[in-house]
């Protein structure tokens, strides 16, 4: 693996022409750590067909994402940069999956910048130190996907969905001119949702689906994520009259302490029961609890989608040196086990799990392509 890191970081210097500063660092820090995931999952596995044992890495590309997504916020990188090395790692083996549909092509655009990943993806494959046709072929689909997202024009482009939010937002003004920007939100988001997946075909049909929200009204559901000292309810305490969702909170209700792991089962029952309640009432919910995992968040926003409501992904991006000085002043001690516990747990989210997705780091604040 070292052997072959060392030979795509080489190949990819070779394919550094013409990008500014910003870009070229993103792409070989990349190179240089695309396959870091692959020591965290590698397994023997026994071939379904022959019973020969191999070695397998699967989701070793995600998997190396989740691991920097935190540690790299202490090596003093711009979260900026972070956040689109990130990204390549995570995608850099995406490619000939995101060529099935055109909306697919669409979807990964919206991910990471296509002509840093299609470098990327040539890089790895010039980097194989044994040639073969699965290098070949992946020069070939990253080739491919040039040519199409060209095609598409969806290439080079900040956001790929600025037409697509300009006539919604026309639409918007036209048929429904008292429109909340929280309803233009909703609009928007659940319109690329549905359009990726095939639900919808025209910004047209997107404002349709949310006739019925503009006459009732909807709810809003915002889920934090982040470790413990992230500053998660320092956050959610700032929504105003948001009703806050603090697991933490119940815990202590319903347990010993805040931080009694035994009642977890009936906390889980009691927020969620306190979530749908806010749902029905078209309130503002914020759910604050750590939700490090995607299939947390998923059952959360899912309830989020059956009432109809905009969610919203808020992501305390805080360097880990930092958490545990925040901990150290705290009345109930979270000691550095658990933290790197969490960390090693953690699935860092991205764009397309919520209606909107920010990331939080320092007096860093963006608003990803959700």
Same mark, same amino acid.
């Given at each position: 693996?070292? =052997?072959?890191? $060392?030979?795509? %970081? #080489?190949?990819?210097?070779?394919?550094? +022409?013409?990008? *500014?500063?910003? &870009?070229?660092?993103?792409?070989?820090?990349?190179?240089?750590?695309?396959?870091?995931?692959?020591?965290?999952?590698?397994?023997?596995?026994?071939?379904?067909?022959?019973?020969?044992?191999?070695?397998?890495?699967?989701?070793?590309?995600?998997?190396?994402?989740?691991?920097?997504?935190?540690?790299?916020?202490?090596?003093?990188?711009?979260?900026?940069?972070?956040?689109?090395?990130?990204?390549?790692?995570?995608?850099?083996?995406?490619?000939?999956?995101?060529?099935?549909?055109?909306?697919?092509?669409?979807?990964?655009?919206?991910?990471?910048?296509?002509?840093?990943?299609?470098?990327?993806?040539?890089?790895?494959?010039?980097?194989?130190?044994?040639?073969?046709?699965?290098?070949?072929?992946? =020069?070939?689909? $990253?080739?491919? %996907? #040039?040519?199409?997202?060209?095609?598409? +024009?969806?290439? *080079?482009?900040? &956001?790929?969905?600025?037409?697509?939010?300009?006539?919604?937002?026309?639409?918007?003004?036209?048929?429904?001119?008292?429109?909340?920007?929280?309803?233009?939100?909703?609009?928007?988001?659940?319109?690329?949702?549905?359009?990726?997946?095939?639900?919808?075909?025209?910004?047209?049909?997107?404002?349709?689906?949310?006739?019925?929200?503009?006459?009732?009204?909807?709810?809003?559901?915002?889920?934090?994520?982040?470790?413990?000292?992230?500053?998660?309810?320092?956050?959610?305490?700032?929504?105003?009259?948001?009703?806050?969702?603090?697991?933490?909170?119940?815990?202590?209700?319903?347990?010993?302490?805040?931080?009694?792991?035994?009642?977890?089962?009936?906390?889980?029952?009691?927020?969620?029961?306190?979530?749908?309640? $806010?749902?029905?009432?078209?309130?503002?919910?914020?759910?604050?609890?750590?939700?490090?995992?995607?299939?947390?968040?998923?059952?959360?926003?899912?309830?989020?989608?059956?009432?109809?409501?905009?969610?919203?992904?808020?992501?305390?991006?805080?360097?880990?040196?930092?958490?545990?000085?925040?901990?150290?002043?705290?009345?109930?001690?979270?000691?550095?086990?658990?933290?790197?516990?969490?960390?090693?747990?953690?699935?860092?989210?991205?764009?397309?799990?919520?209606?909107?997705?920010?990331?939080?780091?320092?007096?860093?604040?963006?608003?990803?392509?959700?």
């Amino acid at each position: 693996m070292a =052997e072959h890191s $060392a030979l795509v %970081l #080489e190949q990819a210097h070779e394919l550094t +022409g013409g990008l *500014d500063d910003f &870009d070229r660092a993103a792409l070989l820090l990349s190179a240089a750590l695309h396959d870091i995931g692959k020591a965290l999952t590698t397994r023997e596995e026994a071939d379904a067909q022959t019973g020969e044992l191999r070695l397998r890495s699967r989701q070793h590309a995600r998997r190396g994402r989740d691991y920097l997504s935190y540690r790299l916020l202490d090596t003093g990188l711009t979260p900026a940069l972070v956040l689109t090395v990130l990204n390549l790692i995570a995608h850099h083996h995406s490619l000939h999956r995101a060529l099935e549909t055109e909306r697919e092509v669409w979807a990964l655009s919206r991910r990471v910048s296509l002509p840093l990943l299609v470098r990327l993806a040539k890089a790895d494959a010039r980097g194989r130190i044994v040639r073969s046709d699965d290098a070949t072929r992946g =020069e070939d689909t $990253a080739d491919y %996907l #040039e040519l199409l997202a060209r095609e598409i +024009g969806v290439w *080079d482009v900040s &956001d790929p969905y600025t037409d697509f939010r300009n006539q919604i937002a026309a639409e918007v003004g036209l048929h429904l001119p008292d429109a909340s920007p929280e309803l233009l939100a909703l609009a928007v988001g659940r319109g690329i949702q549905d359009w990726e997946a095939g639900v919808i075909h025209t910004p047209h049909e997107a404002v349709a689906r949310v006739q019925d929200a503009a006459r009732n009204g909807f709810p809003r559901l915002t889920i934090l994520c982040g470790p413990s000292g992230s500053g998660k309810s320092t956050l959610a305490e700032s929504y105003g009259d948001a009703e806050i969702i603090s697991l933490d909170a119940l815990r202590a209700q319903l347990g010993k302490h805040a931080g009694d792991q035994s009642v977890n089962g009936q906390v889980m029952q009691a927020a969620r029961e306190q979530l749908r309640e $806010a749902l029905r009432r078209k309130r503002h919910a914020v759910w604050d609890a750590t939700t490090l995992r995607r299939n947390q968040r998923a059952q959360i926003l899912g309830l989020g989608h059956d009432y109809g409501a905009l969610t919203s992904l808020q992501v305390l991006w805080t360097p880990p040196g930092q958490l545990g000085k925040r901990l150290s002043g705290r009345e109930r001690q979270v000691n550095g086990a658990v933290i790197a516990d969490q960390l090693r747990l953690l699935e860092f989210p991205e764009v397309g799990e919520a209606h909107q997705l920010t990331f939080h780091s320092g007096d860093f604040s963006t608003a990803a392509l959700a």
